[in-house]
């Protein structure tokens, strides 16, 4: 099994509509992170914690919130999908007291119609 | 503003070999990173460099020169299945990272 496992995997879904995805990890890592990839983009962090009760917005928060419900679980939501969110997004961890490598989950293909 | 630079596409030839810049320009730096990502796929981790000077990986190897803000990965003995996006990602004075939008390696026969 996967340390960090996504749902869903892929989800289409139409603008306006509420959507979760799910990350949790198996790793005990501390530092959870939500990023979103587009075709010729490099990674853009949308939300980060460090612990349960630690959020903090990355450079495209807007549209997006999340939470942290336990050391293991990050959860992602877009509260009213539109078509520009249309993207791979990937949950990702990292151990506080390490060199700060990430550990990315498969990734979860949004398309918003 | 932060920026990391690196080519969008290179072609190279199974067998040969392959080198991959990026240069970068973050407030502050505290280490680099190489990531492989194959479509589709999640980022894996192939390298870390914080000290100047080269880290040998099997057929990866990473450099590192801090004061030109330039970094390289090269791959030796290129295999089909290194045919894959790879990102290169800085972590700055506040210990966030910054990513390139990853160079597309193709591999042809």
């Known amino acids: 099994d996967a340390d960090v496992t996504q749902t869903p995997r892929n989800r289409i879904t139409k603008t306006g509509k509420r959507i979760m995805l799910e990350c949790s990890q198996t790793?005990?890592?501390?530092?959870m992170y939500w990023y979103r990839q587009d075709p010729g983009l490099g990674l853009r962090l949308i939300y980060y914690?460090?612990?349960?009760?630690?959020?903090n917005k990355g450079e495209i928060s807007d549209g997006y919130s999340v939470s942290r419900q336990a050391q293991a679980k990050f959860s992602l939501s877009l509260e009213s999908a539109i078509p520009n969110q249309t993207a791979l997004y990937f949950c990702?961890?990292?151990?506080?007291?390490?060199?700060?490598?990430?550990?990315f989950g498969e990734g979860s293909r949004l398309t918003v119609l | 503003g932060q920026n990391i630079d690196q080519p969008t596409e290179m072609t190279a030839t199974e067998g040969a070999i392959v080198q991959i810049n990026c240069t970068y320009q973050?407030?502050?730096?505290?280490?680099l990173f190489w990531y492989q990502q194959h479509a589709g796929e999640a980022p894996t981790f192939l390298s870390y460099n914080v000290l100047d000077g080269l880290e040998e990986k099997g057929r990866f190897s990473s450099f590192l020169s801090r004061s030109k803000g330039y970094s390289y990965l090269l791959l030796k003995e290129l295999q089909m299945k290194d045919s894959a996006s790879y990102l290169c990602?800085?972590?700055?004075?506040?210990?966030?990272?910054?990513w390139g939008a990853g160079t597309k390696l193709i591999i042809k026969p």
């Open positions: 990702a961890t990292a151990g506080s007291g390490d060199t700060g490598e990430l550990f």
């Open positions: 973050t407030s502050g730096f505290n280490g």
């Open positions: 790793k005990g890592h501390d530092r």
């Open positions: 914690s460090f612990d349960v009760k630690d959020i």
């Open positions: 990602a800085v972590i700055d004075s506040n210990y966030q990272l910054i």
